[in-house]
Nanobody, 124 residues
């Protein structure tokens, strides 16, 4: 099971660090990703990373502001969010795609496991 944490309320221009952890397993060979869903909107891809090679991919809307990373020692996937904007307000979900998989996938249907979500609210 994936556990997402680190959300909160922040002013525009601020930062938050989201974290996703799994109990009882490692992410070797997985692709991990963050999605988000704002009220009244569909869930959308934010960023993804291949666990083995560390290849990353970002949505255009967050490129240059968000950074996804993995911590093998802690078995976590992190999303550093900087220069936050009100339009970044959403529930953020981490997701895992089991192996075999060789690149970051952007489709919701490509992911097998989902965390419960963590709320990020950016005030103007």
């Amino acid at each position: 099971q994936l556990q997402a944490s680190g959300g909160g309320l922040v002013q525009a221009g601020g930062s938050l660090r989201l974290s996703c952890a799994a109990s009882g397993r490692t992410f070797t060979g997985y692709v991990m990703a963050w999605f988000r869903q704002a009220p009244g909107k569909e869930r959308e891809f934010v960023a993804g990373i291949t666990w083995s090679g560390g290849t990353t991919s970002y949505a255009d809307s967050v490129k240059g502001r968000f950074t996804i990373s993995r911590d093998s020692a802690k078995n976590t996937v992190n999303l550093q969010t900087n220069s936050l904007k009100p339009e970044d307000t959403a529930v953020y979900y981490c997701a895992a795609r089991r192996p075999p998989v060789y690149s970051v996938l952007r489709s919701i249907n490509s992911y097998n496991d989902w965390g419960q979500g963590t709320q990020v609210t950016v005030s103007s």
